[in-house]
């Protein structure tokens, strides 16, 4: 399911919670609806949203590690890959089809992670599949 759709299934519902609570309170016995009810309802409201927040910065907290982490492992092996290649290259030209073998491996290696790390697997599979022929 999208994003979009999710979004708009929450809206829906949080829309049709107001209409349903509008309607209600028309029907509500008077006691129900004094100061202290109506502080309790805005406490309990205020309790609820600060959850949420909380909940969302601690996703999005483990979504930024997740990223760092990706990252760093990223450019510690695009380093380790170029002093390999720098290290190959002082053997002279005995050492370059070892080299160009490894330069088509990183070429594979890298479409391999952004099919993985791909949103869309049906659209990372499609492309894979135009590469290939």
């Known amino acids: ?14 829309a049709g919670g107001v209409l349903i609570g509008m309607l209600l309170r028309n029907r509500l016995p008077e006691h129900h609806l004094s100061t202290d ?45 170029i002093l390999l290649d720098r290290l190959l290259e002082q053997y002279g030209p005995q050492a370059t089809a070892i080299r160009n073998l490894m330069r088509r491996s990183v070429v594979v290696l890298a479409d391999r992670m952004w099919r993985e790390n791909s949103s869309d697997p049906a659209k990372a599979a499609a492309l894979s599949g135009e590469r290939r022929k």
């Open 37 to 81: 009810a109506k502080d309790v309802v805005r406490l309990g409201t205020g309790l609820i949203g600060t959850i949420a927040a909380l909940v969302l910065g601690l996703l999005i907290a483990s979504a930024k590690n997740s990223y760092d982490t990706q990252n760093t492992q990223l450019k510690q092996m695009t380093a380790s890959i």
């Open 1 to 14: 399911m999208g994003a979009i759709a999710l979004s708009c299934i929450a809206f829906v519902c949080i």
